[in-house]
C-alpha cells in the first residue's frame, strides 16, 4: 500500500483535538472521541462486534474511562501509519494514512 500524500504536521488543538497538515496542504481535524472509536487495532474491532449491552444495564467504566480522553502520544510506524497512545492507556492502534485521510473533517487553511 502506497500513499503519496505523507503528514507534514501534527497539533493538538486546545480542546485536544488532532490536526493535521498534509502534503496537498489539506487540514483535517480529529476528535480523540472518533480516533478512539475508530481504533483498528484486534482488540478493538473485537469489542466492535460484540453485541451492545442490554440497554437496562449500566456499563461499569474503569478509572482511565471517567477522565477526559487525551491523545498522549502519537508516532510514525513502518512508514504509512501512525500508532496513537491514548490517556486511557491504550496504544495498540494503528492508524494507517489511508485511515487518516478517511476520518476526520477537513478544515479551511488558517
Ligand atoms: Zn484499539
Redesign the pocket.
Known amino acids: 500500500m502506497s500513499m503519496s500524500v505523507q503528514p507534514t504536521k501534527l497539533e493538538l488543538a486546545a480542546d485536544g483535538r488532532l490536526r493535521i497538515t498534509w502534503s496537498d496542504e489539506r487540514i483535517r481535524e480529529y476528535s480523540v472521541h472518533e480516533l478512539?472509536e475508530k481504533?483498528?487495532?484486534?482488540?478493538?474491532?473485537e469489542?466492535r462486534r460484540a453485541p451492545p449491552p442490554p440497554p437496562m444495564m449500566l456499563p461499569v467504566l474503569s478509572a482511565a474511562e471517567t477522565q477526559p480522553l487525551r491523545i498522549a502520544g502519537m508516532k510514525p510506524t513502518g512508514g504509512y501509519a501512525y500508532s496513537i497512545d491514548f490517556s486511557d492507556g491504550?496504544d495498540?492502534?494503528i492508524f494507517t494514512l489511508e485511515t487518516l485521510r478517511e476520518l476526520g473533517t477537513e478544515v479551511a487553511s488558517p
Open positions: 478512539r481504533c483498528p487495532c484486534a482488540t478493538c474491532r469489542q491504550h495498540t492502534g
